[in-house]
């Protein structure tokens, strides 16, 4: 029997954005767990925004577990909060995700390291040189002397977890950078955003450097905002999809643009300016190539006749995949196919 370190990760009762919260706990099996082995566990939460102190018990319910290769025999074990009952918390919002096994997505996520109340790289007083060299930069001077240390340990962390990260580069602002997850499955792909984002608010503990999601942590100035484009696919999408089933598509956001926007992450009318490749928050549109638009779509989209993939730009970089990717799916939903068609038919 070996004693095992299960990293018990969830998410708090704080708004507009939840924390991620983690708790040790020691067991014994003959191998790695595998997740019907891992038993719920409590946690005060009244601590985390998630219930009263006089009624303080809530549970943690492990929905997906990673090896943690920064500990010895470590797992990390995502969880859902749940009531006392087993019914999900009202925070709980993974188990009310509408979910399609097929539905594909990729999320791009942007952040800042902060040292001393700044990004990283910026003087102690006023701003660095503007912006231009740093995105996908090589050099001290572009991207610093800890910033690469960081990301590529974060990528091997990743990687060792299971986690189907796809990629890094330095971003358009100084101290900014970029990871992508792919993911099949709408759970799963929030899933691993979320253990992703752990991996790397716990790395940078040890480098006395934090992580600032916020989506415009420099405000109304001439440096770009964060986000967490949002690309997305269906089955139908990608294997019939049109012209006329896109253009209903693109109908269908226009029209449900203020439901994108509630889930799109908090602040996004600071960062969906019209501004720094953004299209403003409150006017939908779409282009071919155009990060100036709500929704890219790709050269190979209309080349392939209007199947594969498209990508969100508003999603922000503190938004919540499992609502992100939810709405978009109730969004696709609402459009008909040529399979339900001919279904009610």
Not at 137 to 151: E, L
Request: charged fraction near 25%.
């Amino acid at each position: 029997m070996t004693k095992y370190k299960l990293e018990y990760i969830w998410l708090d009762g704080c708004t507009p954005t939840p924390n991620l919260r983690g708790k040790t706990q020691i067991k014994e099996f003959d191998a790695f767990p595998t997740l019907d082995q891992l038993p719920l566990w409590g946690f005060d939460g009244s601590s985390t925004q998630q219930a009263d102190g006089r009624n303080s018990d809530c549970v943690l319910k492990p929905v997906a577990l990673y090896p943690d290769s920064a500990r010895s025999n470590g797992v990390l074990v995502m969880c859902e909060v749940m009531m006392p009952d087993g019914s999900p918390h009202a925070s709980n919002k993974r188990a009310t995700i509408l979910d399609d096994e097929d539905a594909w997505f990729g999320f791009e996520q942007e952040y800042f390291f902060y040292k001393d109340g700044r990004p990283l790289g910026f003087p102690e007083h006023g701003y660095p040189a503007p912006q231009g060299p740093y995105y996908t930069g090589v050099g001290f001077s572009n991207v610093g002397d800890i910033a690469r240390m960081i990301v590529e340990e974060h990528l091997n962390l990743c990687l060792d977890a299971g986690i189907n990260h796809e990629g890094i580069n330095s971003e358009v602002a100084k101290g900014q950078w970029e990871f992508q997850v792919f993911g099949k499955g709408s759970k799963k792909a929030a899933d691993q955003i979320w253990m992703a984002r752990y991996l790397l608010q716990r790395l940078t503990e040890k480098y006395g450097i934090d992580i600032e999601f916020h989506c415009k942590p420099l405000g109304d100035t001439d440096w770009n905002g964060s986000g967490m484009h949002c690309n997305f696919s269906t089955k139908f999408m990608r294997e019939t999809g049109g012209k006329a089933y896109f253009e209903a598509l693109m109908a269908q956001f226009d029209k449900n643009l203020r439901d994108h926007i509630d889930v799109y992450g908090p602040d996004n009318h600071l960062r969906l300016t019209g501004k720094h490749e953004t299209a403003p928050w409150n006017k939908f549109s779409y282009g071919v190539a155009d990060r100036g638009a709500s929704i890219r779509v790709p050269h190979s989209f209309i080349r392939n006749d209007y199947k594969g993939y498209l990508e969100d730009r508003r999603p922000n970089s503190m938004g919540d995949p499992y609502q992100i990717a939810s709405q978009v799916l109730k969004t696709i939903s609402e459009v008909p196919t040529a399979d339900s068609a001919s279904a009610a038919a």
